[in-house]
């Protein structure tokens, strides 16, 4: 079993901050990429930032340079620091993570329930 926990959201004025965590935990062998993605309401889910073992990253065009992904692989949690929030931020944000259980076992990926960011105007 395989436990996808996030913390961190809430309710912002535009040009706010906030801090999201998702703590991985569980029977894991590895976590090869974590990242966050988020749905507004009427909206397909889309990736906003994702970051690998290794520290490699990506990030959507919409919140580059202004949002910043890491990770601490000894506490397999990834952090999402979102800076100048916008009102077109607001949404569901979900981790990710691709994991392997077991030597033999393929990656599958674990979801979070989702943490709701809003961000006022």
């Known amino acids: 079993q395989v436990q996808v926990v996030e913390s961190g959201g809430g309710l912002v004025q535009a040009g706010g901050s906030l801090r999201l965590s998702c703590a991985v935990s569980?029977?894991?062998?590895?976590?090869?990429?974590m990242g966050w993605y988020r749905q507004a309401p009427g909206k397909q889910r889309e990736l906003v930032a994702e970051?690998?073992?290794?520290?490699?990253?990506n990030y959507s065009d919409s919140v580059k340079g202004r949002f910043t992904i890491s990770r601490d692989n000894a506490k397999n949690t990834v952090y999402l620091e979102m800076n100048s929030l916008k009102p077109e931020d607001t949404a569901v944000y979900t981790c990710?993570?691709?994991?392997?259980?077991?030597?033999?076992?393929?990656?599958?990926?674990?979801w979070g329930q989702g943490t709701q960011v809003t961000v006022s105007s």
């Open positions: 569980g029977s894991i062998l590895s976590i090869r990429t």
């Open positions: 970051i690998t073992s290794g520290f490699s990253t």
């Open positions: 990710n993570a691709l994991v392997r259980t077991d030597w033999r076992a393929p990656l599958n990926a674990y």
